[in-house]
């Protein structure tokens, strides 16, 4: 055989078997922390903004500001506005929540209530690429919260 084929079959094996050498099978629900979250859902939710509820909400619960502003709709993204909603929400995302789902024609909005709290945490999610037809990828829009 000659060696340039032999070399191309052992990239071919080295690059194609990289996921072969990795050890790590944790869920990825339980990596981003959605598998801990105690939530009841009602209404429905679309695949789309039940994951991104579920993200804002254990980024809440992980009092991640960082992590919450990267789900953020850019002009609503502050870190601040982050840092300010778990201060607010991060000990109410320690209890167990109910997600009431009012989907609209692209938007999406979220009436979340944490035991316990007589607050509802509004989560109004748009689209993250409102150019993409049949898209269900979403933000949240942090500067509405109340």
Not at 31 to 58: C, F, M, N, Q, Y
Not at 81 to 91: F, I, K, L, S, T
């Amino acid at each position: 055989m000659p060696k340039s084929v032999c070399v191309v079959g052992a990239l071919v094996l080295l690059l194609g078997g990289c996921d072969a050498f990795s050890t790590d099978k944790t869920p990825e629900r339980t990596k981003d922390g959605t598998a801990e979250l105690e939530l009841t859902v009602k209404g429905r939710p679309t695949p789309g903004s039940l994951a991104t509820t579920e993200h804002v909400l254990a980024r809440l619960k992980a009092r991640d500001a960082d992590g919450l502003s990267e789900l953020a709709q850019e002009d609503s993204g502050t870190k601040d506005e982050a840092r300010r909603w778990v201060a607010r929400w991060g000990d109410a995302a320690q209890r167990p929540a109910t997600a009431d789902f009012h989907l609209g024609e692209k938007e999406a909005s979220v009436d979340v209530r944490f035991a316990g709290e007589r607050s509802t945490l509004s989560l109004p999610l748009m689209p993250k690429d409102e150019e993409t037809p049949y898209d269900d990828r979403f933000v949240v829009v942090l500067h509405r919260d109340r």
